[in-house]
C-alpha cells in the first residue's frame, strides 16, 4: 500500500516521457515521480526510496527529495507566507506545506519558527498543526536539576508555557516563573525542577537561588548603570515593578539586594537603590 506522507521503498511499474510510476508490485498503476527527479539508469522493477504527497491539483505525487517532517512526526518549520486562511511552512519540498488558522496556537509570521506535526485532514490533504501536546511523550532521559533545552508550543495566561523539551518530551514553565515575556515559538534552556509521576517535566528559568543570585546581582548592577547610578524603587517596590524592570521575583531581587548590600556596592533606600562608586 502506497502510504502518504511518508518515505517508503516503491518498485518502478511503468515509464511515460514525463516520467515513471512506482509502485508494490508488478501492476501497471502507481504514483508518479516526474522525470527531473528521476536518476539515471532506472529501469522496471527497480527500487526507489521515496517521500508521497500530493501535488497543487490534489494528486499523488512522489519525489527524491528528504522532507524535514514525515506523518505523525515533530518538527521545528519556518513560516514563509501567510495566506488568506492560514500560513506556509518550509519543509524542503517544492509545494510549501500548509498551516491553517485553526491549526495555530499561536498567529504566525513569515520567519517564525514553529514546532508541529504532519497530519492528513478531512480532505486527505497533508497540514501542519501547532497542536502537539498529544504527540509528545513522557520517557525522557532527564531527572532533577538537569539543564534541558526546548521550544514554547503553546502559552496558557493562567498556568504557563508549555514546552516541547527536545522537540519531543512533556515540560512547563509555570507563570509565576516566567519573568520575562515569551512567546509561542521561543526556544529556551531551563532546568528541572521536578519530574512529575507521570513523567512530565515541571521547568524553571532560573537556577537554584545561591547560583542564581549572582546573575541577579549582575542584572541589577546593570540597571544602575541604565538608570544613572539609581534604581528609582527599593526593597519595598511591587513585585509587578521589580518583574517589569528586572525580570526577577521580589524574593530574588531581595537576596541579590543582600548580596550587593554586603559587598559594600550598594546603599538601600526607602524608595530606591543607590550604586556606591
Known amino acids: 500500500m502506497i502510504e502518504?506522507?511518508?518515505?517508503?521503498?516503491?518498485?518502478?511499474?511503468?515509464?511515460?516521457?514525463?516520467?515513471?510510476?512506482?509502485?508494490?508490485?508488478?501492476?501497471?498503476?502507481?504514483?508518479l515521480l516526474p522525470k527531473k527527479q528521476v536518476p539515471e539508469g532506472i529501469h522496471i522493477g527497480d527500487e526507489l526510496e521515496v517521500f508521497v504527497y500530493k501535488d497543487s491539483s490534489d494528486r499523488l505525487i512522489s519525489t527524491v527529495r528528504s522532507p524535514k517532517i514525515q506523518l505523525?512526526?515533530?518538527?521545528?518549520?519556518?513560516?514563509?507566507?501567510?495566506?488568506?486562511?492560514?500560513?506556509?511552512?518550509?519543509?524542503?519540498?517544492?509545494?510549501?506545506?500548509?498551516l491553517p488558522f485553526k491549526e495555530q496556537t499561536a498567529p504566525v509570521r513569515p520567519g517564525d519558527q514553529c514546532l508541529v506535526t504532519l497530519y492528513i485532514d478531512k480532505s486527505g490533504r497533508l497540514c501542519a498543526t501547532?497542536?502537539?501536546?498529544?504527540y509528545l511523550n513522557a520517557d525522557s532521559p532527564?531527572?532533577?536539576?538537569?539543564h534541558v533545552?526546548?521550544?514554547?508550543?503553546?502559552?496558557?495566561?493562567?498556568?504557563?508555557?508549555?514546552?516541547a523539551v527536545d522537540n519531543q518530551y512533556y515540560g512547563m514553565i509555570p507563570q509565576k516563573e516566567l519573568y520575562d515575556t515569551y512567546g509561542v515559538g521561543d526556544h529556551v534552556q531551563a532546568r528541572v525542577v521536578r519530574v512529575r509521576e507521570d513523567g512530565k517535566l515541571d521547568l524553571s528559568l532560573r537556577e537554584k537561588a545561591y547560583l542564581q543570585m549572582n546573575r541577579d546581582e549582575e542584572t541589577i548592577l546593570k540597571a544602575l548603570e541604565e538608570f544613572d547610578g539609581?534604581?528609582?524603587?527599593?526593597?519595598?517596590?511591587?513585585?509587578?515593578?521589580?518583574?517589569?524592570?528586572?525580570?526577577?521575583?521580589?524574593?530574588a531581587f531581595k537576596r541579590a539586594l543582600g548580596g550587593?548590600?554586603?559587598a559594600k556596592k550598594i546603599q538601600i533606600g526607602e524608595?530606591?537603590?543607590?550604586?556606591?562608586?
Open 4 to 31: 502518504l506522507g511518508r518515505v517508503q521503498k516503491l518498485k518502478v511499474v511503468r515509464e511515460k516521457e514525463f516520467g515513471i510510476y512506482l509502485g508494490e508490485g508488478e501492476s501497471g498503476t502507481g504514483v
Open 72 to 98: 505523525n512526526e515533530l518538527a521545528v518549520l519556518e513560516v514563509v507566507d501567510k495566506g488568506k486562511i492560514g500560513a506556509f511552512l518550509d519543509w524542503g519540498l517544492e509545494k510549501d506545506l500548509f
Open 130 to 134: 501547532m497542536r502537539v501536546y498529544e
Open 142 to 146: 532527564y531527572k532533577k536539576d538537569d
Open 149 to 163: 533545552e526546548g521550544i514554547i508550543y503553546q502559552i496558557n495566561p493562567q498556568i504557563g508555557a508549555f514546552v
Open 230 to 251: 539609581v534604581l528609582p524603587f527599593g526593597e519595598k517596590a511591587s513585585p509587578e515593578v521589580i518583574k517589569r524592570e528586572l525580570h526577577m521575583s521580589k524574593n
Open 260 to 262: 550587593l548590600l554586603k
Open 271 to 277: 524608595s530606591s537603590v543607590r550604586r556606591i562608586l
